[in-house]
């Protein structure tokens, strides 16, 4: 039987050797492919900012990333599965505001907690929203359109991507902020959403502005206002929400990169500086930039900074709104 001293030094040994098997575990990873899931179909935002990622990015992790779309139950199908994957490193989730934020404080989750089962890596990438309307409709202006939503209320109606999607959320925000009465008509995407203004459906749309841009170029659409803090640099023309009057209104959308909780730290920085890096490639730079959508890289603690003001951001919004899906 050991003494108290020779018991001391096994227990600091087998500390040491444990220490220095997980040090050597970072050092050595990546050791094989890794797999980003996407939680939505290919050619979606988030799916083209995934591969637009990946490009570079094997090269900063010296393995091959591979991007495999999970579609269904919007984005918590795949939240799910990666959150349940191991907590190695090889199985991560490229979601957005909607599969990161969004649902997760609309949804009755049962099985597992999406605050808890994820350790943030990086955002990618974000980009502002944009309330547009049919160049026909009679306000031109979002004091115009809150006169004459005030002066009707309960007449006008508003599409969005879907019952608890980020598009609908932000509608409600500009309700709350505004005090006007309109209508919550749900799509099945933005697609369908954008066609229901066009057709003269719904009177109004908040969406992405990378995606509505071609739109707007065309005249089909006529943009009020952007929701980011100052003018858009790709419609430079078109006014903010704060600046029309609407207070305290700012909805930006992100794409990000999160593993399974309990992802070892080294492994997460490593990631962390590999996302970064990709980001600053000018051929990367260039292919978000005609997305709309603009690149600023930081730590992960930054971006579970972000997540967490985010999440209460928007837990609030749904609870005032009385959003939820079972």
Known sequence: MLGPPMLRCAI???AFAVASAGAATAQSYPAR???????FPPGGPVDVTARILTQQLPRALGQTVVVENR???AGSLAAKAVAGADPDGYTLLCGNISSLVVLPVVTNNRDYDPGKAFAPVAKISQNYEVLVVHP???ARS?????????????KLNYGSAGHGNATHLAAELFKLRTGIDIVHVPYKGAAEALTGVLGGQVQMFFGDIGGILPLLHDGALRALAVSSETRNALLPDV?????????????LTHVGVVAPAGTPRGIIGQLNAAINASLTAPDVAAALAKLGAEVRPDSAQAFAAFLAD?????ATVAKTANIKLE
């Open 33 to 39: 492919p890794i797999k980003l899931v996407v939680p």
């Open 12 to 14: 600091l040994a087998l």
């Open 142 to 154: 979002i004091p115009e359109l809150v006169a004459y939503a005030k002066a009707r209320p309960g």
């Open 136 to 138: 026909a409709f009679t």
């Open 239 to 251: 006014p903010t929400m704060m600046e029309s009057g609407v207070p305290d209104y700012v909805v």
């Open 71 to 73: 579609a269904g139950a």
């Open 310 to 314: 985010e999440t209460q951001k928007w």
